[in-house]
Structures are given as C-alpha cells and as structure tokens.
C-alpha cells in the first residue's frame, strides 16, 4: 500500500478544548500518561483534564514518564493502568510520554503477558490512544512507533508493534512556554525527520509531499530558534512542521542519523533531536552526485542556501561533542551491528562512510 495513515488528526489552536468529545468517547476511563512538570505548567494536562470531566469520562494520571521512557516504566503504568481498569491511554507531552502511551496501551491490552512481548514480532492489538504534543520534534502523535529505553541491551529500540493513535489534538501554544534549548532540540529532531524521510530508500512522492509542505512549514517558524520574538503562529508553524515530518516517516521510517543518535542517548545522555541533528551535515553530504539537485532543493525548502550554511546552522545551535576513540569506534559498531538500517539510505553505506559520520559528530 502506497499510504496509510488511521489517525484523526486536528490541528488548530484550543484543538483540545475543541475537540474533547472525541477524545472522551474513547473509553470509559482514560489513563493519562505524562512527565513530571512540563504538562502542568503549559496547562496541556489541565485542558485534558477539563475535556474530560466535562463528558463525565473518568480519569487517572500516571506523571512519572522519564526522558527516553523505559521498558520498566511502561510496565510500571500499566499495571496500575489494568488495575484501575482503564480502557484507554491519553499520552501529553514530548516523544517520551507519547511514546510510552502506546507501549502502555499494548500492555493495557494484553495483560496477562510480560513485557517480551514489545520485542516479539507476534500481532498483538493496543487499547485506543489519544496524543497531545508539547514539543515539536517527533510527531510521535501521528507515528505508529514508540521508542523505549532497554537497560537489558544498553540501548534504544522501537517496540515491534505499530501502533497509530486514534487521536491526535495538536496545538502549538503548549509550546510557548518550552524553554529555548527544547524547542531548539525538538525542531531539530523534526529536521531530521524531514530529510532522513525525504533521502530514503523507502521514499515515494507520496511520503515526499508531506516533507516538502513540512520543510516550509518549519523555514516558517525557524525564526523562534534564532531567539526571535516569537508569535502564536510561529508555535503552530513549528508544531504544524513537526507533525507533517511524522506523516513522513510514518511512511518511510528514519534513517542512519536516527540510527546513530540512540548510542549518544543511552550512553552520553544527549537529548535525542541533538543527538540525531550531530549527524544531518554528514548524512547530506555522502548523498551521491545524482542527488545533488535534490539535495539542494531540499536545504532551500528549509531556508539554508547551500550545504556549508546548513553546517554551520547545525554547528551554532548544537555545537561538537567529545568522544574518544574507543567511544567513536563503538558508536559505528552500533549501526553496523544492525544492517537492517544501513538499507535505509537510498544509497550504498560502507564501514569507512559511518566512521566519517561519527567522527563529523565529534569534529574528531
Ligand atoms: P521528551 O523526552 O518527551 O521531553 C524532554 C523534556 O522536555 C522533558 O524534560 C519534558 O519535561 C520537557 N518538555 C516537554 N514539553 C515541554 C513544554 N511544552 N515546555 C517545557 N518543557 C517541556 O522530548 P522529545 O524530544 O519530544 O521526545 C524524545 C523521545 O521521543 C525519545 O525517546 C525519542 O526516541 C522519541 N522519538 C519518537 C519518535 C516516534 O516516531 N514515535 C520519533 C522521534 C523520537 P517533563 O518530563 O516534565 O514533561
Ligand atoms: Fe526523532
């Protein structure tokens, strides 16, 4: 199938307040999963909340999803989830609680099994989930991915399941409040998102379309990262960005900057759009000849006039990490170690080409 894409989506200031009967009519009682501060202070858990009263829907919230949300803690939410009898999950925040709401709605689901089965390649169903993004990097609010740390493998991995989410409620305002270096990390994250999608071996004009209308959207909005004065639109812009480069790699995946970032994550503890945006130059500039034209196209969709300015965006927002060498030849180890992303790039990828990767991350 070319596209497939089941969630509704609305995208619109108060899109929560607007839209909560839709929400509400998911279940009988929701389990909201969150982090521990940000969602009470952008009122994003409030308006939820609200929403939900307001059809008598009942509620309970689990507010401890930690960055890059581990396996232990979605069992955690899940079992308090099964023995509250909650019958859906309402996941507010960045990637780690959106994420983590669909692990814990397949969990909900399938309550007598242990928590193997987010890594087994078996169908399993999830109880519905609504999504309410307050960064704008992941678009995990229209993905069918989630993300979980493994402590047991030292590592990041997407859970086997797909798990689209019924619902997405996306208003840009939640992120009036984000500090600076957030904003900055997500929107790069959702960069990311837009070029691995758009320089993929799975592209088609289809998942290509929703990376061009995201990249304007994003040059739109990219002022508020040169500490701008920001407007209301600016937000929704950026949001509107992030979520467009979800669409995407709905349809194609990521590719080896996503692949690379989840060792500096686990191992370096670098926030993940950082982590993923250390490898963009690099990843533009093995592109082969033929995607010259491209190439360029894309960095003017984004508002950058040649590869080397677009270089020296990356270097001025996230600067170079230090790693040493034994770091370095672990860190190409942890792609290599997994062909299946090496086939995403639209070209082939030798031992030498991801060891210029990881040694542009650390301008070693
Ligand atoms: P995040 O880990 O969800 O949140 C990062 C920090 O930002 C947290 O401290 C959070 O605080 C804070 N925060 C969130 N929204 C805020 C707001 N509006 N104002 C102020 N602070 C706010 O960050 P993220 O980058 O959005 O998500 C990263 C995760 O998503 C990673 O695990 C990554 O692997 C995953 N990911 C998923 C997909 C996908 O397709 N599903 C794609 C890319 C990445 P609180 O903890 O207090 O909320
Ligand atoms: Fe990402």
Redesign the pocket.
């Known amino acids: 199938m070319k596209f497939y894409l089941p969630t509704k989506i609305y995208q619109e200031p108060d899109a929560v307040r607007k839209h909560s009967r839709e929400m509400a009519v998911l279940g009988k009682k929701a389990l909201i999963v969150?982090?521990?501060?940000?969602?009470s202070?952008?009122d994003?858990l409030k308006d939820v909340i609200q929403g939900l009263e307001h059809f008598q829907t009942a509620y309970l919230v689990f507010d401890r999803?930690?960055?890059?949300?581990s396996v232990e803690t979605v069992m955690e939410a899940a079992e308090i989830g099964r023995r509250e009898g909650a019958d859906f999950v309402i996941g507010i925040?960045?990637?780690?609680?959106?994420?983590a709401a669909k692990a814990i709605a397949l969990m909900i689901q399938n309550r007598d099994s242990s928590s193997e089965v987010l890594y087994q390649d078996i169908p399993l169903k999830a109880v519905p989930v609504a999504e309410v993004?307050?960064?704008c990097?992941?678009?995990?609010e229209v993905?069918p991915?989630?993300?979980l740390?493994r402590h047991d493998l030292q590592t990041?991995q997407s859970i086997s399941h797909r798990i689209f989410p019924s619902l997405a409620l996306v208003d840009g305002k939640?992120?009036a409040?984000?500090?600076l270096s957030?904003i900055t990390?997500?929107a790069i994250?959702a960069l990311g998102?837009l070029l691995e999608s758009y320089f993929h071996a799975n592209a088609t004009d289809y998942s290509r379309i929703f990376c061009q209308f995201g990249m304007e959207a994003w040059a739109a909005g990219a002022g508020i990262l040169f500490g701008m004065e920001a407007s209301p639109e600016d937000y929704q812009r950026m949001m509107y960005a992030s979520s467009l480069a979800?669409i995407a790699?709905?349809h194609t995946g990521?590719s080896l900057p996503?692949g690379l970032s989840?060792y500096l994550?686990y191992q370096k503890g670098i926030?993940?759009?950082k982590a993923v945006g250390l490898f963009l130059p690099a990843y533009l500039q093995l592109l082969p000849e033929e995607y010259e034209v491209q190439r360029l196209m894309a960095l003017r969709s984004l508002g950058f006039g040649s590869l080397e300015q677009f270089d020296g965006f990356i270097r001025e927002m996230l600067g170079s990490i230090s790693l040493s060498e034994e770091e370095l030849l672990a860190l190409g180890e942890s792609v290599l170690r997994n062909p299946s992303k090496l086939f995403t790039a639209p070209f082939e990828v030798t031992e030498e080409e991801i060891a210029m990767m990881c040694r542009y991350a650390a301008k070693a």
């Open positions: 969150t982090g521990r501060n940000s969602s202070k952008n994003s999803i930690e960055e890059n949300p925040g960045g990637g780690s609680p959106m994420d993004p307050t960064t990097g992941t678009g995990s993905t991915y989630a993300i740390t990041k939640y992120l409040s984000a500090p957030v990390n997500t994250d998102h979800g790699i709905s990521t996503h989840y994550t926030p993940h759009g």
